[in-house]
């Protein structure tokens, strides 16, 4: 099979499984104070480009890009079913959210992710993110990391 990745909208039953997988790996690794999750109305808004990957029919990534209104913006809900790791997925994520942002003629792309996943810091590491001060409405956190990726 030959996985795809589309806009579609996050409110269908493979997506909705995918934040639960989520929700639930992120309250097992931290405190509810620094779980910065965003639900679905959220991801809803006209402000936000929201990806689905697929295996086949089989949804099994999604991710997000949330505009920030100040020619930024942040990557938010990047979540690959376990099943699914090693398809490249996340790196398939990546590009699109990439072109995405090109399109947008954005300055940069952000995001927040935690310390005790460097799966995911690798990723964006190997993508060009490095590491900023918090930003937005993100205050101080020692068990989140903040990384920012300058575009043009």
Same mark, same amino acid.
């Given at each position: 099979?030959?996985?795809?990745?589309?806009?579609?909208?996050? +409110?269908?039953? %493979?997506?909705? +499984?995918?934040?639960?997988?989520?929700?639930?790996?992120?309250?097992?690794?931290?405190?509810?104070?620094?779980?910065?999750?965003?639900?679905?109305?959220?991801?809803?808004?006209?402000?936000?480009?929201?990806?689905?990957? +697929?295996? %086949?029919?089989?949804?099994?990534?999604?991710?997000?890009?949330?505009?920030?209104?100040?020619?930024?913006?942040?990557?938010?809900?990047?979540?690959?079913?376990?099943?699914? +790791?090693?398809?490249?997925?996340?790196?398939?994520?990546?590009?699109?959210?990439?072109?995405?942002? %090109? &399109?947008? &003629?954005?300055?940069?792309?952000?995001? &927040?992710?935690?310390? =005790?996943?460097?799966?995911?810091?690798?990723?964006?590491?190997?993508?060009?993110?490095?590491?900023?001060?918090?930003?937005?409405? =993100?205050?101080?956190?020692?068990?989140?990391?903040?990384?920012?990726?300058?575009?043009?």
């Amino acid at each position: 099979m030959s996985v795809t990745i589309a806009h579609e909208p996050p +409110r269908q039953e %493979g997506v909705i +499984r995918l934040l639960d997988l989520s929700d639930a790996y992120a309250q097992s690794l931290y405190p509810a104070e620094s779980n910065h999750l965003v639900d679905l109305s959220v991801l809803e808004k006209p402000s936000v480009s929201f990806l689905v990957a +697929r295996n %086949g029919d089989a949804i099994v990534g999604c991710c997000a890009l949330v505009e920030a209104g100040d020619g930024t913006a942040e990557i938010k809900r990047m979540f690959v079913d376990p099943e699914a +790791r090693g398809l490249r997925i996340a790196s398939g994520l990546m590009n699109a959210l990439e072109a995405i942002a %090109g &399109e947008m &003629e954005l300055t940069a792309i952000r995001l &927040e992710t935690g310390i =005790y996943q460097p799966e995911a810091i690798a990723l964006y590491r190997k993508y060009g993110y490095r590491e900023i001060e918090p930003f937005g409405s =993100y205050l101080p956190d020692p068990l989140s990391l903040f990384m920012e990726k300058r575009l043009g």
